[in-house]
């Protein structure tokens, strides 16, 4: 948004808290914020212009009780909209679906696979929005420097909400291309030797982390673990197939995964006492046209304050190496 006008402000879950600048933002700025279930349990009066629901994980049960509850709090982000007001939710999921049917705000669908509903689809390897009938091309996914079905589906969903706010497409189509995945979350790190470094270390579930190896279109040496949420890590082990070469487990949750991948006949994977060890261990084994994937799948507070300081130990110990 800040390329289109240079006083929005991004707020909410993505670190600086919405009430800090409440008070502060410009009323000619956009603020776009990032909302989460704890944060929307307890919402009045908030009532966004353009509200989104990429997708749903089986995640916070601790605090939610059951899935149907998480789902029904995440889209409360919608609730207080109406007619006037846009919400972008995705078509391939049959959660968002399900929400829909609640919506008083103008349902806008992003999806890779149907080309026919209003909003944004993903076709021949290129983002298109089909709004009020007319049909325009945004850009060509491999203009991108982030990978993946699902940083597309991110991208059509950021493509609809700047359109609606009358951003103009040339301008969602270059901060597009510039931009190289928030921290954390499939984050280009570098390319050493000719292996590509990933930090994936906000998936903390295994449904984060079947996307992100999903994205792998090269040999990927891919490291996880850390502490578990009694989450079924057999899908995520399943989509190991023709992409992961060796899996370097790590943290409280090893033998839980260990047993997961034997049950799933995946025998190339090694324990590792320390994080450090487990990257370490990764760089010294990388080819040339290999990748070294950070995806956890795990909670990382058995051995960090979060998956922030993760990451950030990851890349130093890459970019040292």
């Given amino acids: ?93 049959e959660d968002c679906k399900r929400l829909a049917t609640r919506a008083k705000a103008k349902v806008l669908w992003f999806s890779t696979n149907n080309y026919e509903l209003e909003g944004a689809f993903l076709k021949d390897n290129a983002i298109y929005i089909n709004i009020d009938g007319e049909v325009k091309h945004a850009l060509d996914v491999n203009e991108l420097k982030i990978v993946g079905n699902h940083n597309y589906e991110n991208a059509m969903a950021a493509t609809l909400m700047a359109h609606v706010m009358d951003v103009p497409m040339d301008t969602i189509a270059k901060s597009l291309k510039n931009f190289g995945g928030i921290a954390h979350r499939m984050e280009y790190v570098c390319t050493k030797n000719g292996t590509m470094y990933y930090n994936d270390s906000k998936a903390t579930n295994p449904e984060s982390a079947i996307k992100a190896v999903q994205s792998m279109d090269r040999p990927t040496l891919l490291i996880g673990g850390g502490r578990g949420k009694d989450a079924d890590y057999n899908s995520w082990i399943q989509n190991f197939a023709g992409v992961v070469r060796k899996f370097y487990i790590t943290g409280e949750a090893s033998d839980i995964l260990e047993k997961a991948c034997l049950e799933q006949n995946f025998y190339s994977f090694e324990k590792y006492e320390s994080f450090e060890e487990a990257v370490k261990a990764a760089i010294r084994e990388a080819k040339d046209g290999e990748t070294v994937l950070l995806s956890p799948a795990c909670a990382s507070y058995d051995m960090f304050k979060d998956y922030e300081e993760r990451g950030n130990i990851f890349k130093k110990i890459v970019n040292e190496a």
């Fill in 1 to 93: 948004m800040k390329a289109h006008n240079h006083l929005s402000e991004m707020v909410g879950n993505v670190g600086i808290a919405f009430s800090e600048r409440a008070k502060k933002i410009d009323p000619r700025g956009i603020c776009v914020a990032e909302a989460s279930s704890f944060q929307l349990e307890t919402i009045d009066t908030f009532k966004p212009k353009v509200s989104a629901i990429l997708n749903f994980a089986l995640d916070h049960l601790d605090r939610h009780g059951t899935f149907e509850n998480y789902v029904n709090i995440k889209g409360k982000i919608f609730e207080n909209q109406d007619e006037s007001d846009y919400v972008v939710l995705n078509y391939d999921n």
